[in-house]
């Protein structure tokens, strides 16, 4: 969690045991969407994240979230004709946890295509 803010350019102080304690759920789950989206080189259409989406676990260790990402169609003609959409799209569901009780951030991905 300290090298995620530190690369954020955020000086990480106090205690990080949970995410209550190091800040709105909203902004962190936007520091790991910047992140993961940094991670996948290449990429050329930014996932684009579902405020609505953004829970956390009363005991403030986990944070779920979702996001969507438009998908690059070559030909939108052709996948119009072959499957009745002219554009497709990614959502990802997104889990963080600081369960661990050691400042290290676990975060899993799952992706289907909508």
Do not use: H
């Not at 790991?32 to 009363?58: C, H």
């Amino acid at each position: 969690m300290r090298s995620l803010l530190e690369e954020e350019g955020y000086t990480p102080s106090g205690d990080l045991s949970t995410f209550t304690k190091i800040g709105e759920p909203t902004a962190i789950a936007t520091l790991l969407l910047r992140r993961r989206e940094k991670d996948k080189p290449g990429t050329q259409n930014v996932s684009v994240l579902n405020k609505d989406s953004v829970a956390l676990s009363e005991d403030g260790l986990t944070l779920i979230f979702s996001m969507r990402q438009e998908i690059s169609v070559q030909k939108p003609e052709l996948l119009m004709e072959e499957i009745g959409l002219s554009e497709l799209f990614r959502t990802t569901v997104a889990k963080a946890s600081l369960a661990s009780d050691d400042g290290q951030l676990m975060t899993v991905y799952a992706s289907a295509l909508d």
